[in-house]
């Protein structure tokens, strides 16, 4: 490809293709085959970089974790207030 845009058949960017840049001390920089569900519901496979895959993988409580974190604030007297220490530090 030639590239780093990819149209689709209306000639339009598609929405899962664009460029990002990941810097990781603990990747290298090795490609995993990845899976994706496609908009008619079939799936394809995929090469990305090892750091994306696993970020992939643990976005979903990352994400948790910053809604608590705005949610919780340390004035408020709560049971979860000590989560806002444990995920911050």
Same mark, same amino acid.
């Given at each position: 490809?030639?590239?780093?845009?990819?149209?689709? @058949?209306?000639?339009?960017? @598609?929405?899962?293709?664009?460029?990002?840049?990941?810097?990781?001390?603990?990747?290298?920089?090795?490609?995993?085959?990845?899976?994706?569900?496609?908009?008619?519901? @079939?799936?394809?496979?995929?090469?990305?970089?090892?750091?994306?895959?696993?970020?992939?993988?643990?976005?979903?409580?990352?994400?948790?974790?910053?809604?608590?974190?705005?949610?919780?604030?340390?004035?408020?007297? @709560?049971?979860?207030?000590?989560?806002?220490?444990?995920?911050?530090?």
């Amino acid at each position: 490809m030639c590239s780093p845009f990819v149209l689709d @058949s209306r000639n339009t960017l @598609s929405q899962k293709s664009y460029v990002i840049m990941m810097l990781s001390n603990y990747h290298e920089a090795k490609y995993a085959k990845v899976n994706r569900t496609m908009k008619e519901g @079939s799936k394809e496979e995929f090469e990305c970089l090892v750091a994306i895959e696993f970020y992939n993988k643990i976005m979903g409580a990352v994400d948790l974790a910053d809604q608590m974190l705005n949610v919780y604030g340390l004035d408020r007297k @709560s049971c979860k207030s000590w989560k806002k220490y444990c995920f911050a530090y």
